[in-house]
């Protein structure tokens, strides 16, 4: 068994690395600990790094398509995780979750017709809807007693026709679900994913489910894949999957979308069609690594994220009991509400780059529900963490309260 060490930091800079290398242009300072886009700071398994060696030795990288293995790879993945049966022909291989979201919501929707978001929601969402021409529908998550809920009623009413009377009646055509929930960290149990599903199915749309996170769970937590459900969920969804979150592969393009419904998939392969690029070669070949020999690796960093945020509770309710954190059940990603530091957010924006050199996401991104939130990626060596929540904690110390 190879032991990783996940304590051990590693000099991503000068490697063009988004996360490390472009601070000076996306927060206009470089002295700043980046914890913010999702990617982790840990070295990917080795069976991933001989894998791609292995193919860059052979000198062809020309036009490429995944071969039955690749395709067989995510069939056993799925069924092995998640007691998931799907068939090969269901997978469409697309270069990331963002571009398959776009391709999803134009393969569904004409211009002017809605599509609902779940705020705060990931933001990259915002425009997949806007820039297909379409509106968004706001059903907003519930904070209660530090859980997020979705809400129920809310959503049932937002497709009643008297409710939206300016654009009339059966013009939602689908919703983007995302599980687990990006940023908040809630994983749907199954009840709620029937109800929410329900709902939307017998409205006549589509449920896009974005499982991008569906593998990093922490202890106690299971994933159900939406199309699982029954076989009317299944004929009503595409479900975007991808081992790049799982196993650290971002920068490679591959996602695997699983759409059971031919006339959906023949419609979605037609859409992307001359818009959206093949994925890589290597994208091809990591993801059938990490799919078939990865878990080894993907059980310690588990372990040592489950680490990580028994840390980050424990130092942030004892020494920065102003920040409140929103425990998440998946996802490295975490939800963190500051309101109680009484910044708006524009302040608190500067007051996390400037007085605690922390770079974060800004709540307000996921929407006006997240003002006075950060979202943190915990994905990182512990020292790292631990110089971040030392670095918050001085800042708040020395403000004026």
Known sequence: MVRYDFDQVCDRRNTDSL???MLQSIFGREDLIPMWVADMDFPVAQPIVDALKKRAEHPFYGYTKPGPSVTDSVVKRMRRKFKWEI?????????GVVPALHVAVRSLTHPGDEVILQEPAYHPFFPVVTNSG????????KLINGRYEMDYDDLEHKFLPKTRPLHGSGRIKAIIFCNPHNPVGRLWKREEIIRMGEIVINNGAVVISDEIHCEILFKGHQHTPFASISEEFEQNCIVCTSPSKTFNLSGLDVSAIIIPNKKLRDTFISTQSGIVPATNLFGYTALEAAY??????????LDYLQGNLNFL?????????DIKVIKPEGTYLIWMDCRELGMDK?????????????????GFIFGEAGSGFVRMNIACPRPI??????????AINESPR
Do not use: H, S
Not at 87 to 95: A, L, N, S, Y
Not at 134 to 141: A, E, K, R, S, W
């Open 19 to 21: 996360k490390w290398d």
């Open 87 to 95: 068939k090969p022909e269901w997978i469409v291989f697309t270069p």
């Open 134 to 141: 379409c509106q968004i529908v706001n059903n907003g998550l």
């Open 292 to 301: 078939r020999f990865g878990d080894e690796w993907l059980e310690q960093v």
């Open 313 to 321: 509770l424990e130092y942030i309710a004892r020494e920065i009991p």
């Open 346 to 362: 524009i302040a608190l924006r500067n007051f996390m780059q400037e007085k605690a050199k922390i770079g974060l996401e800004d």
């Open 385 to 394: 963490l631990e110089e971040a929540l030392r670095r918050i904690k001085a």
